[in-house]
């Protein structure tokens, strides 16, 4: 304990330190909670854990706000227990994917950069507590986060309540990564003067109200490490199209070697691609992203970037042990910020970020479905990808062709949920090859996405799709009583391969 | 001509006087013109019409360019002349529409804060020609606009030449309106220094190269007055319905009786809207918008507004005489902008907006389609209103709930297009009363939006839609193959009424 008490620097807040039941105790029915973690990243643990452990006795529901999703399976349990409301803003457990498509609670799918300023504006229900996991308090009143910002920076200053989550897993050496800066009310805010990804423009704790802090307690639950899925020949090759896509660029004298500010989603397809830059000709690049995964640190230990901004950091159990084991290496070309910074239009468009996210549909027009498998059940939300392909430089979606061995096209005629309208998209990549949908029109999109991005398979499928919706006129030509054919073929048939085809 | 020269206070530009049809010459097959113009304002005239002559013996094709709609059926000119390879970023004119819809040409919807972006760094042609309608040129080599700015500051400083149009018909008292700023390059530009509504924040004028421009001419075409439809008793409803979603929100303290700066959407809707605040408690409010209608000039008249900022003045003939007769009235309370600056997103997101934009139709879960009917005729585009509800405080769409004496409902199970994803709509607003949905889950919406908005025709019709889809189950109960249904039968009988209501 007397090694413990050494992190919270201020020793007037000694006397708060609690256990993690007795903190969970204090929650009662009805409540909001601001949790701090953002994609399995500097999650609060140990009072969720034990607030599921009293939903075993007791009937109580709460609203659950995050940065992102949480590790340590905390929304599973969260979402099993039944405590939960209402769930926001994203999510990404198979467990609470499941009890959201079957109602049993509620999740509302935001855009990651939007929660804070909905809550600061009183939009949504005022935090009662906010549960956020630190590194330490220092001696003039921070809470030094860990390894993600997510919106902690928000509820704190937002929230009735302060509980913290001393973690002593982490190293005292993640003093000093973060940049906080909480942007003023709308109206009264002055210009956020980051111009430079490497800029620091705040604090490098988050500054409270200590007379709010309810109580401190210790744990030491490492992070969950990240369940990316190794890089493989098609993703490889999505890597290629996305490079060759960007040696044009360099070619046309749009862009350099250094390319721009790179953004990359969560996920494998995401972190193949960035991995596959490794070889490549560009150098001296820098990410301005949401999350960095294991891909991020093969570049800068490769030379290839040379700094890297984020709201959280989401590796692998094998790249944690490195990096964190040798933080000393890579402390000056990193930064955490709040997502709200991350994800905010004004640095979006003021950096002109190459955002790179992962579609789980497209169609030939070039809307993007990122969320909702069949345009009905959720898979894991919006996150940032929205905040970053509305404002970016160039946005680009990419994904394989087909799933389901072949049984799915990702490729379809109308998406069957739109995150991503025709008019915030640039550039669709699957293995078969990319579309730069840059100032086309309509039709002229449709045929660069059937030739070059879809697989074999569906292309004459789609092709007859398209040459029937061409007899009906328009700008955006449609069958409308087809335009959702391959999706309810797949759930009748289970396959969205006509008959026809799947004969031949 | 000794008159008109005086407009040209650099008098070694005097030599560069041509006539419309010598300029209207020097452009050739496959060129882009970069015309100024914004929702009917400030339009070049006099060498687009020379342009349209020489297409009726002669066969070319160029892209057409401009802020957003042209006046002096410029589009519809153009359009029927066949001279058009591709128009864009937006466009209001019933011919042109047909042909666009016809595939005569192409036609490239795009968010009006994207085009100068995408010509600065060389994503669309280069522009051969910026053809910009001027007050005057200055001493010190810079072009007055005149009721628009759209553009052409981009259009200026990037195309290869350069023609002036002075349109002696506008009083030289437009100069000093104007406020000329354009960002540097992504990646090397500072923050936009905007922080308040009549921040003036550029130059007066549009610096130009003297050595780019190839000709001067003189024309005294007026510009055409707005088309809208007076207020009527369904506007004036929804006036009051979205009248009480903000008094609501006063209510709650989140905005005072100030409000925070609107933008309103162009259009008749959009107008009577913002006319029906005349009589309001809402005072000393201010207007961050694209085009100003005669709404905002009542209002300015009521001593309802004390600033409004906008990069183009559309009124109908009346309201010109009224406010370009006594522009030092009105000359402290308004500034003209590029539309890069009035639709930025920085800005708007900093000043916190009030966006208030048209649907054509939107969906159970607050989707909205504003360009496409039935999901595939393009009517006229999506003009900014991209721009401001992705990045506005307050989002809200305002549609009537029905059209066609009944025969549309505006509100449908899916949207036939989308143009704003449920993630960045927050009220939808109809005759019947307003949704507001922020926060809520897609279920929650539904029921509110079914409950609130739709016209009683349709209500028993949507919720048997609905009621249905939540036997699919999901986040956003569906059923694929009805979501269509209103628009077929819209198609195929004539109305989207289910047969068993039309008998009831």
Redesign the interface.
């Known amino acids: 304990m007397e090694n413990n008490l050494k992190r919270i620097k201020d020793s007037s807040l000694h006397s708060l330190v609690v256990g993690a039941d007795e903190a969970a105790s204090w929650i009662q029915d009805g409540m909001t909670l601001g949790l701090s973690g953002f994609t399995r990243a500097g999650d609060a643990k140990a009072v969720p854990f034990a607030l599921v452990e009293r939903g075993k006795n007791e009937k109580f529901k709460v609203n659950i706000f995050t940065g992102a999703s949480l590790g340590s399976d905390l929304d599973k349990l969260l979402s099993e227990a039944g405590i939960i409301n209402?769930r926001?803003p994203f999510q990404a457990d198979a467990t609470m994917r499941k009890n959201?498509?079957?109602?049993n609670h509620?999740?509302?799918?935001?855009?990651l950069s939007?929660t804070a300023?909905?809550i600061r504006?009183?939009?949504?229900?005022t935090i009662d507590f906010a549960i956020v996991e630190a590194v330490s308090i220092t001696a003039d009143g921070m809470i030094i986060p860990t390894t993600s910002v997510g919106n902690s920076l928000t509820f704190v200053s937002q929230a009735k309540n302060i509980i913290v989550e001393i973690n002593m897993e982490h190293s005292e050496l993640l003093e000093g990564l973060h940049d906080l800066y909480e942007?003023a009310?709308?109206?009264k805010?002055?210009?956020?003067?980051l111009?430079k990804v490497e800029d620091r423009i705040g604090t490098i704790g988050i500054p409270f109200d200590i007379a709010k802090v309810k109580g401190i307690v210790f744990t030491n639950h490492k992070d969950s490490p990240s369940a990316i899925v190794p890089p493989d020949q098609e993703t490889q090759e999505m890597a290629n199209h996305l490079m060759d896509f960007l040696r044009e660029e360099v070619k046309?004298?749009?862009l350099t070697n250094k390319l721009?500010?790179l953004q990359a989603g969560i996920g494998s397809v995401a972190n193949a691609v960035l991995h596959g830059m490794i070889d490549s000709e560009f150098e001296d690049l820098q990410v301005y992203s949401e999350v960095l995964q294991d891909s991020v640190f093969e570049l800068m230990d490769a030379g290839k970037v040379n700094f890297a901004s984020a709201c959280s950091i989401t590796l692998s159990a094998e790249k944690m042990e490195q990096v964190y084991g040798n933080l000393e290496n890579y402390r000056d070309q990193l930064v955490i910020r709040p997502q709200e910074i991350t994800n905010?239009?004004?640095i979006?468009?003021?950096?002109?970020l190459i955002a790179i996210n992962t579609a789980l549909e497209f169609d030939i027009y070039g809307?993007v479905n990122s969320t909702?498998v069949?345009?009905?059940?959720?898979m894991n939300g919006?996150g940032g990808s929205?905040d970053f392909a509305?404002?970016s430089?160039i946005a680009i979606f990419v994904t394989k062709s087909i799933a389901k061995g072949g049984n799915i096209s990702s490729v379809v005629p109308f998406v069957?949920?739109?995150?991503?309208?025709?008019?915030?998209v640039d550039v669709v990549v699957t293995e078969q090859g990319y579309a730069d949908l840059?100032?086309?029109?309509p039709?002229?999109r449709a045929e660069l996405i059937i030739e070059n991005c879809v697989h074999p398979m569906y292309k004459e499928q789609l092709r007859n799709y398209y040459k029937e919706?061409l007899t009906?006129?328009?700008?955006?030509?449609?069958v409308?009583?087809k335009?959702?054919s391959f999706?309810?073929s797949l759930?009748e048939n289970g396959t969205m391969l006509d008959k026809v085809n799947s004969i031949a």
Chains 1, 2 share one sequence.
């Open positions: 209402k926001l959201i498509n079957d109602a509620l999740f509302v799918d935001q855009h939007h300023e909905m504006s009183g939009v949504l229900p942007p009310e709308q109206g805010r002055k210009p956020i003067p111009t046309a004298g749009r721009a500010p905010h239009p004004e979006i468009r003021r950096l002109g809307n909702h069949s345009g009905t059940k959720m919006i929205g509305r404002n430089r069957s949920h739109v995150d991503h309208t025709e008019h915030d840059r100032g086309l029109a039709r002229e919706a009906r006129g328009g700008q955006t030509p449609h409308l009583e335009a959702f999706h309810t759930a």
